[in-house]
Structures are given as C-alpha cells and as structure tokens.
C-alpha cells in the first residue's frame, strides 16, 4: 500500500472511527483501524462488534493494499504532525507515515484477523436529511433511558405506519420524548441503541445532505456518501405509549421560553438532593411561579407572566428533566399543559407540532 | 448425542485450532439452534459472529462437527440474542436510580397481552376483618378457576383494594399457569373496544376475543349502566364463558341490586356467584397496611407517626398510603423525623378535608335520594313514606353533624327532641338487621361527600 493524502481529513475520520472501537485489551484488533485502499480512496473502517464505522476519504493511491494500526497509536502520531500532507506507506509489518517533517513506523496487527464488517441487503430503506435527522435523534436522546436493565428503553423506537409518518420516540418511564418527522413510510419498527444514536448525531453533525437508511430486523446502517455507521437494533419492543399522551388539559399556560428555562436552571440551584422544584400555576393573576428550597442551601423564587386557562395547579418536578425538556424547545414561546399534580406535565413549543416532551412530577411534599 | 453435547464437544475441538482471544469473541454464546436432516442451524449473537464464521471457520466448525456425526452435511448461522460478550460485561447500571418520590408513567409496568400489573400480588395485600371475605373468595378462585364461585362480584368504595385483588387473582393464575389466557380490562376500556371494533366492521374479531379467555376480569362494571350495547354484548360474552367453565369476576363500587340502569338478566347473572363486600378498613387494619409499606423508610418513621397517621386518616387506603409518602417526603427534605404537631399540619394540608356538611346538605340529599319534597319532611305527617327519610335524617344530623337532640327536633318542625332520640334508636337498630337500609345510608352520604353539593 502506498498513497498520499490530506492529514487533517484522515484525522478527522480517525477520530470519529475510534469512537467505535473497543478498548478490550484481549482483542487487540477491535482497538485497531483497518486502513483499506480503493478507488482513488482511502477507507477507514473499525468496529467494537457492536457497531461498525466506515468512512471514506479521496487520496492519491499508488499502490493498493491495507493496514491495520492500533487506533490510539495513529491518532497521536496524526495529531503531532504539522504538515498537511502525509503519505503512508506498508512496510514489512510497519504503517510508515512520512510528511515533510517527520517519518513515523506504526507496528500492525495482520489484517487477516480484523472482523468482516456485516453487509446489509438495500431492501428496506428510506432517505433522511441529515438535519431532520440529527434534530429527530437529539430531541428524543435525552428522554431514552441509560440503565441496560430494560434495553427497549435504553434505545430509540423508530416507527411509522400507515398514514403516520416517521416517529421517534424514547422514555426512561419518567419522562417521553416523542418527535414526528415529516417523512412517511408504510410500516416500520426499529429499536436503535441509545449509545448508537447518539453516535450518529456527532458522526453526521457537519456533513450536508441526504443520509440513506437501510435495515433488516436485526441491523441497521446510516450512510451519506462519504461514511457509513452500522449499528446492531436492540430486540424487544418499545411499550405502548400513545395512551400516555393527554388529549386534554386542565391547565394550560404559555410563556416566554427563556423566561421560564432560567428561572428552572436558577431553581435547579436550590434544590434539594431530590433535584426538585416547584411549578406553581396561578390563572387570575396569569402567573407563572417557579421555586425552590433547601433546608442547606436557600430558596428561589420567581415569577413569570403567562398566558394562562384553565384552573391552578401547582407540581414538583425534577429540575433536570424540566430543564431538558425545555431546551430542546427552537421557538421563543413554550406551551406546559398539566392534568393536575400527579400527571405528566407536556412541553412543546408553541409554534411546533412534531416535537413533544412528557415529564412526570414528583410526589408532592 | 444431544445438541447440546454435540456442540459441546466440537467447541472443545475448536478451541484448540483457533487462539483464545478469537475463540472467546466468535464462539462464546453459541449454541445449536436446530438440526434436521443432516443441516445444523447455530445460534449466534450478532451479525459480526455470523460473517466471520461463515467466511472464517465454516470449514473447521464443519469438520468438527462431522467427526462427530458424519451425516451432518452443512452448517447455517442465524441471529439470535442480541447479547455479545462484550455488552455483559459492561452490563453494568451507570445512572443512579431516581428518587423513588419521582412518579412513572405506570402504563407501562403492565404486561401487554393480559393487562396485569405485576406489582398486584396476593403477597402484597393485607388482610383484615374489613376484606377477608374478598380475599377468602378470591384465593379460592385462584386456586379453582371457574368451579368456585363463579362469576366473582367484589365491591367497595374508592382506594380499598379493589383492583389489587382483581389483578392478585389474575397473576396468581398467570404465575401458576403461564398458558392460560386471562384479561384485566375495565369496562370503560371494554366498551371503548366495542365502539371501534364496531367502527371498523371488525365486530366478531371482537367477539372472538373475549370469548378465548380463560379468566376474564372486568374492572369498574358499574360504568356499563346505561350502556345498552354494551351491556347486550356483555351479556352473550359472560354466558359463552360461563357455560364453558371459564372464570370472570367483576368489581364495582356498589352491589349489583344497587346499580342502576342495569338490565335485569345481567344483575341476576353477577349475582348468581359470590357476591363480596370490602368494607373501610378499622384502625388495626390501616395500622397494618402502614406497616407493611414502611420498609426501607424506618429513619423517618416510628410506631407513634404510624398511629398517628392510622387514626387521622379513615376512609380510604390510598390515601393512607399518600399521608405516609408525604410524611416521608417530607422528613426527608427537612433531614429529620417529624414531630407529631407538625405531621398533623402536613396531613391537614394535604389529605382530603373531613366531611364537612351543614344540615341543609344533609335533608336535601336525604330528600333527593327518597325522591320527596324537603318541605313535607317537616311537616306533621306520619305517612309510611315520609317517616323513613324523616328519621333517616334525622339519624344522619346526629351522626355525621354532631347535632344535639333538642336542635334536631326544632329543625323537623318544632318536635320534641324524645323524638329525635326515637328516630336516631329506631335506625341504629334498624341497620343492624336490615342490609337493604344499610346500603340506602352508605349512598346517601356518598351523594353529600363525594358530589359536593351545595
């Protein structure tokens, strides 16, 4: 193998590659980057079994071959090189990279031993723009749960059917997170791991575009034209939750959005070890009232005013998931609806109609 | 030779011709999923295994395996768990649990195909004079589908305990018989279904349905009064069953004779079982059911805040069970166990005012409930039909307003409060022996307590 390429460009792969590698020391291969020739291209592959990342780069190829560093070895070398160009090169069981500056031997692992990474058959597939995309995952990523104990809540339903269109959803059973694309597709049903989700939001964060999803019942990939992430689908399936979403409300309130997330991040000050705070919704006066107390700490409190109908109420909820409801909000106005102080309180902008976020409260005190 | 041991022994072969790093990423959590006719299918647990046996080691784990058994012919590979090696041992719980004073969405910690909710099991429920007739018929159900008393009626107020023994029944047999069908579903949900199965031409799907199960539990039944089709379809689903041994129990808030708008040939058939009451749990019971809920909150909580609390709140068990959450909660904000004083004041803020009535409540529901004039209450009449409310009144004034005799007289009319006294005695008795009376008081003080009239 030899060929000349852009330094920057190569790292920038590489370091998304070595998020999808293993740091298990008794497989050195799953800690390795396979290096792979093609086409007036250089492919970077690696893999933890879990998932899979492959993406490509244009480079000068003079000769055809492959390589099989350990990742962390190449990266810092990469990192330390301050020329542009470099050009690597397979030497007896060495990776040697020159630039103007400096000369590198990295010694590889056989490539013989690196995992085939699973192809997938383009039967069933669907294309997403990659801001849709990356919106639909970070809007429901918070919501989805980290524990493994309950793996379909630790993962991102994805389904449609029918006349819905594309849904994202996810729930740790304290709060739900629920996004709608504007896609549809006949009838689909996936479970995609939390940890690949959030992969594929850093992965596809800079590139434009349209991203090609293709799955079957246990895999599924993501790919634009330059890098494609597979990743296993967790088996199971996600609980029925339309029934949990309220039609109606009680109260309902609408407020500046920044007035209400600093006065939640201010509360989430005072809060007690519970991480609680407290919503109080007073319709006559149209006031909003967000507070909180620690035996240790202080109080907070502040008001804001609302565009309110219906009765008072008045809830605790953890300051953590409010907040995160709340900042996942784009417009300027935030819509709360409350069923009383034992029901799920539900966030949405004032102005979206895809994106909706479920939060429970706290038992009274 | 098993599948298993057949695998077995072509593992231990296989270990030797590969490395160990190798042997344990590929080959671990492998098993034979099937074997016919010469062709062996494998369990692998994930989409890598499988491309790197296929294109790795289909020779070698072929040779293996025929060394073992020459008529096998080919090996295939199929996904199974999605369980690597890897993944256990990271199975480990990174967060900390929330709080348990942050509520869930309990929608779903019940099980999809029966409705249940684990958490409702015979263990955890607590029995005392106040129930043990509902708890005796219900075990015995459990334990004797559709041949002990069948159908199942319990009834009872708000938060007694209903819907846990319901459901205890339903786990129990779910737990002893994982093959028998069963359905928890309230009779909101019931008609609900019916509407749309109608809606979408899907009628007799419906009717199959409920038809297949082995112990069908309808929640809440009361709500079907009124309902006429539904009642019609509930009425042809409860004789396919009954005629076929198969078990149903219901639960309302009040006995069969007593639900109104009801058809006749249904009231007749939910009484044609067991018919069990749960009443309101006496001080002992509420003391119990406390104790039973304190584990894992012993800091916050002793003997005396658990009397306290047992005698302050009377009526209903869930809230019992809210007062102690609030207590708890409570001393766990301020750091310390709370003093009685202030206990009480946390539970008069929180807890649901006690009856609070005036005397004009009381005659107007008495009134409405004997469909009388309140006007001719107080008259000087001593007609059959009037003297009954009259002294049912009169009762209730003194029991649950704390009038005296003499003030109770003065408001019928100017009577003599001997009077009073005669009618408070007569009812007194009068519930001890008649169960019909007993049942007109307890609805009558529904109608004031729970629909706030004013």
Not at chain 2, 358 to 367: D, E, F, G, L, R
């Amino acid at each position: 193998m030899k060929l000349n390429c852009n330094k920057n460009e190569l790292y920038r792969l590489i370091s998304l590659a070595e998020r999808s590698t293993s740091k298990n020391p008794t497989l050195p291969t799953l800690s390795s980057v396979l290096l792979k020739t093609g086409k007036n291209q250089l492919s970077v592959i690696s893999t933890n079994l879990e998932v899979g990342f492959e993406g490509n780069l244009s480079a000068k190829v003079e000769k055809e071959g492959e390589a099989l560093p350990p990742i962390k070895t190449l990266i810092s070398i990469l990192y330390s090189i301050p020329d542009e160009e470099i050009t690597l090169e397979n030497q007896n069981n060495n990776l040697k990279i020159t630039s103007k500056t400096s000369t590198s031997k990295i010694k590889c692992l056989s490539v013989e031993e690196f995992p085939v990474i699973p192809k997938i058959k383009k039967e069933k597939f669907f294309s997403i723009h990659q801001d849709d995309l990356t919106q639909a995952l970070k809007n429901t990523i918070p919501a989805a749960s980290l524990t493994h104990t309950k793996p379909e809540l630790a993962s991102i339903y994805i389904y449609s059917q029918g006349k819905f269109p594309i849904t994202f959803v996810a729930t740790d059973s304290f709060r739900l997170s629920e996004h709608k694309t504007s896609l549809n597709f006949p009838s689909l049903s996936i479970l995609l791991p939390q940890k690949s989700a959030q992969e594929i939001t850093r992965i596809f964060e800079d590139s434009a575009g349209d991203i090609d999803v293709i799955f079957n019942n246990n895999q599924i990939v993501f790919q634009n034209r330059n890098i494609s992430f597979l990743s296993r689908l967790t088996e199971g399936s996600f609980p029925e939750y339309q029934t949990i979403i309220p039609k109606s409300f009680e109260t309902q309130v609408v407020v500046e959005k920044n007035s209400i997330l600093g006065s939640t991040r201010a509360a989430g000050v005072f809060s007690s070890k519970l991480s609680e705070i407290t919503l109080s919704v007073k319709a006559e006066e149209g006031n909003l009232i967000v507070k909180s107390s620690s035996p240790d700490t202080g109080e907070y409190e502040a008001i804001s005013t609302a565009k309110i109908s219906g009765q008072d109420v008045e809830a605790n909820f953890n300051y953590h998931y409010l907040l995160e409801a709340l900042q996942l909000i784009s417009g300027p106005k935030v819509f709360l609806g409350f069923n009383g102080a034992q029901k799920a309180v539900l966030v949405k902008g004032m102005d979206e109609s895809g994106y909706i976020h479920l939060v429970m409260p706290m038992r009274g005190v | 030779m098993t599948n298993e041991e057949l695998w077995q022994t072509a593992l231990n072969e296989l270990e030797l011709a590969v490395s160990k790093a190798n042997f344990i990423t590929w080959f671990q959590n492998t098993s034979i999923a099937d074997r016919q006719d010469g062709v062996i299918v494998l369990n692998v647990p994930n989409a890598f295994a499988k491309e790197w046996l296929e294109y790795k080691y289909h020779k070698f784990i072929l040779k293996a395996l025929r060394n073992l058994a020459p008529d096998i012919r080919n090996v295939e590979y199929i996904i199974s768990s999605e369980l690597t090696p890897l993944l256990q041992k990271r199975r480990r719980e990174r967060s900390i649990a929330p709080h348990e004073e942050q509520l869930e969405f309990k929608e779903f910690l019940v099980d999809r195909e029966t409705n249940l909710n684990p958490r409702y099991t015979f263990d955890s429920f607590i029995v005392g004079p106040f129930n043990e007739l509902a708890h005796a018929a219900s075990t015995a159900v459990s334990k004797n589908l559709g041949q002990a008393y069948n159908p199942l009626f319990l009834y009872g107020g708000v938060g007694l305990g209903k819907t846990h023994l319901l459901q205890s029944v339903g786990n129990e047999i779910k737990k002893l018989n994982p093959r028998l069908r069963v359905l928890y579903t309230t009779s909101e949900r019931f008609t609900s279904e019916l509407v749309s199965s109608m809606q979408n031409n899907e009628a007799s799907s419906f009717k199959d349905k409920y038809r297949s199960y082995d112990l069908l539990i309808l929640d809440d039944i009361q709500f079907v009064a009124g309902k006429v089709k539904t009642q019609e379809e509930l009425f042809h689903i409860f004789n396919s069953l009954y005629e076929t041994g198969r078990q149903i129990i219901f639960s309302s808030d009040k006995p069969p004779h007593a639900i109104n708008n009801l058809e006749e040939r249904l009231k007749s058939r939910f009484e044609g079982g067991m018919v069990a009451d749960i009443g309101q749990p006496e001080y002992e019971s509420r003391l119990a059911i406390l104790k039973s809920k304190v584990l894992g909150k012993e800091n916050y909580i002793n003997q005396e805040i658990l009397e306290f609390i047992a005698s302050s709140v009377q009526r209903n068990i869930r809230e019992l069970e809210g007062a102690l959450n609030t207590v708890v909660a409570k001393s766990k904000l301020s750091g310390k166990m709370l003093s009685i004083p202030e206990i009480k004041e946390v539970l008069d803020k929180n807890t649901q005012p006690k009856r609070i009535v005036t005397a004009n409540q009381i005659i107007k529901c008495v009134a409405d409930f004997f469909d009388v004039n309140e006007k001719i209450l107080f008259e000087k009449t001593r007609k059959k039909e009037i003297v009954k409310p009259r002294q049912i009144a009169m009762y209730l004034l003194r029991e649950d307003y704390n009038g005296s005799y003499p003030y109770i007289g003065q408001r019928f009319g100017g009577r003599d409060h001997t009077t009073a006294i005669h009618a408070f005695d007569k009812i007194s008795k009068e519930l001890k022996k008649s169960s019909q009376l007993v049942e007109e008081v307890k609805r009558i003080r529904e109608l004031y307590e729970y629909n706030n009239v004013n």
